[in-house]
């Protein structure tokens, strides 16, 4: 029997909760991307299964690491993470994880704890600001990014 939009969900978050081989100083989730082929469709259903309005979604700029373009609502998610919505812009990380898993929740953006510098972080552009792979991540996902403490930034 296929999973709910909302059992997907609530799974992958129970996984990133765990925050299991995360380094030292990381490990609050911030938000969880949904991969798909159709940014339009995806985004209607999603809005639609988790309650809503479509509009909410926002066009963030794009994950260089995974070669995706993204959406954004914020605050969507229980206990206020964000959701994004990734298509693949190139043959990249995001495309292989298609290809592997089709599309649902793969990836999941960690953010730092306190005292841990921004600096830290030194990654290439995602739609939470400057993101990094977890090391030792499978090249096909799911994938795990660290971001900074106030990233957030958005294109309108």
Do not use: K
């Not at 809005?47 to 690491?65: K, T």
């Not at 070669?67 to 990734?86: E, K, N």
């Not at 993101?131 to 996902?141: A, I, S």
């Amino acid at each position: 029997m296929p999973s709910s939009t909302v059992d997907l969900i609530r799974a992958a978050l129970d996984v990133a909760n765990l925050g299991a081989g995360m380094p030292v100083g990381w490990g609050r989730p911030q938000a969880l991307g949904w991969a798909t082929v159709e940014l339009d469709r995806a985004a209607s259903e999603l809005a639609r299964d988790l309650g809503f309005p479509v509009g909410a979604f926002r066009d963030a700029i794009g994950s260089e690491a995974l070669g995706a373009h993204c959406r954004v609502v914020h605050g969507a998610l229980p206990d206020g993470l964000s959701l994004a919505i990734l298509e693949p812009a190139t043959e990249g990380r995001l495309a292989a994880t298609l290809a592997r898993f089709g599309e649902g929740p793969v990836v999941v953006w960690y953010t730092t704890d306190e005292g841990v510098s921004v600096e830290a972080v030194v990654g290439r552009a995602g739609p939470f600001g400057p993101e990094r792979l977890v090391t030792g991540d499978p090249v096909h996902g799911p994938h795990r990014f660290l971001i900074g403490p106030r990233a957030g930034t958005i294109q309108s």
